[in-house]
């Protein structure tokens, strides 16, 4: 079974940059990651998305490996709003998309 | 605010009871898809709809059925369902044919079964 994996949970001091990891060993040919976080009660919301290069926009920074195996969402300065867990996700052929184990996240003041 | 819209936010019903969700997107995405997510757990992916046709079923039990009668509506129509269905169901689209677009999703409907 094709399995996206991250860390259950990590802690960031606000102000500083979180970096959270992702694991997605058997994503192959032209299957985008994309990484979304959701709040308690609301659906996911978009933060980025890549293929090969790194990404960059006004939320995050999305760096991928050469491999293409593993991936790190960055948010540079982090919020106490940017508490929340964050799920990376493959698309797989078609319209399959398939949600990582996801990061819960909390700042810190 | 979310651009796809799902009623209700909240359904409580027994396990004899028929009942429907309903998602609607005015963006012109012509995927559509539904989630199931239990409590501290990833969304899992249950069906997926491209243009109005049944593309994925991820083999959910029958007495989930989806519906998509036009390009902007997503059913979902629940009979004899069990305690542990209780979960929180998303509802999400996408343009299916611009490569690498992401997806939107609503606020979800948080199904609870007696």
């Known amino acids: 079974d094709a399995k996206t994996t991250q860390p259950t949970s990590m802690d960031c001091a606000e102000g500083r940059a979180a970096n959270l990891p992702c694991n997605h060993s058997?994503?192959?040919?032209?299957?985008?990651v994309y990484w979304y976080r959701q709040i308690h009660s609301q659906g996911p919301q978009y933060i980025i998305h890549g293929l090969k290069n790194n990404e960059t926009n006004e939320m995050a920074s999305l760096i991928i490996t050469e491999d293409r195996k593993s991936s790190t969402l960055i948010l540079p300065h982090a919020t106490l709003r940017d508490t929340a867990v964050y799920y990376c996700i493959v698309r797989y052929t078609g319209n399959q998309f398939y949600f990582g184990t996801g990061t819960s996240l909390t700042v810190i003041p | 605010d979310t651009e796809v819209t799902q009623t209700p936010k909240h359904l409580v019903m027994g396990m004899t009871n028929k009942k429907s969700l309903k998602c609607e997107q005015h963006m012109g995405h012509r995927a559509m898809y539904w989630y199931k997510q239990k409590a501290k757990k990833p969304p899992e992916l249950m069906f997926v709809y491209s243009y109005e046709k049944l593309s994925i079923n991820e083999s959910v039990p029958s007495r989930f059925s989806p519906e998509c009668p036009n390009s902007s509506l997503l059913n979902l129509h629940l009979h004899a369902l069990q305690p542990e269905d209780s979960a929180l169901y998303l509802c999400?689209?996408?343009?299916?044919?611009?490569?690498?677009?992401?997806?939107?999703f609503g606020d979800g409907t948080r199904l609870s079964i007696l």
């Open positions: 999400a689209s996408s343009p299916p044919t611009v490569v690498g677009q992401p997806q939107h």
């Open positions: 058997t994503i192959s040919g032209n299957e985008y």
